[in-house]
């Protein structure tokens, strides 16, 4: 299910129940860890397609920021709001890495930061991963090229 193209959200994703509830067409997108647990929308392979940009592009363009290597784990709510560690992360000055930072925490809401998204590079790395939610935890396939948010609020541990 394509859910954003061009910057634009196309689509949602959609079960059975969350259609009746919410008027968005039905996307098969009913999953569950087994049958213990009701079925409720949840991704399944989902990743943000490659830009035009290297790496170094992306760095290039910086003066001041973070670059975050490897991220942890974390959480989104309902209404997007979400927080992630981030497991490795360097501070980037002039367009360069200068030195390592730690127990950086990001936190925001998943439309503001799309919308902040400038730049993606043309790498499209894709990794197996969970999703936890009340359905039970299921595997997922997530990916994305290295991007550029302009600017994101951090916080620390």
């Not at 760095?59 to 497991?87: E, H, L, P, R, W």
Request: charged share 20%; glycine share 14%; proline share 3%.
């Amino acid at each position: 299910t394509l859910l954003i193209e061009k910057g634009v959200l196309k689509n949602f994703l959609a079960d059975r129940a969350g259609s009746l509830r919410t008027g968005h067409p039905r996307t098969g997108s009913g999953r569950r860890q087994n049958y213990t647990f009701a079925a409720a929308s949840r991704m399944r392979n989902t990743y943000i397609a490659p830009g035009d940009y290297t790496l170094e592009d992306l760095f290039a363009s910086v003066d001041k920021g973070i670059y975050c290597k490897k991220m942890g784990g974390g959480s989104v709510g309902a209404t997007g709001q979400f927080n992630f560690g981030v497991d490795e992360a360097y501070l980037i000055e002039n367009g360069k890495i200068t030195k390592p930072l730690k127990g950086a925490i990001l936190i925001g809401e998943a439309t503001e930061i799309m919308n902040k998204i400038s730049m993606c590079s043309q790498d499209l790395s894709l990794a197996p991963g969970f999703c936890g939610s009340v359905s039970g935890s299921i595997y997922t396939t997530v990916g994305q090229p290295h991007i550029k948010v302009d600017s994101i609020t951090v916080g620390g541990r």
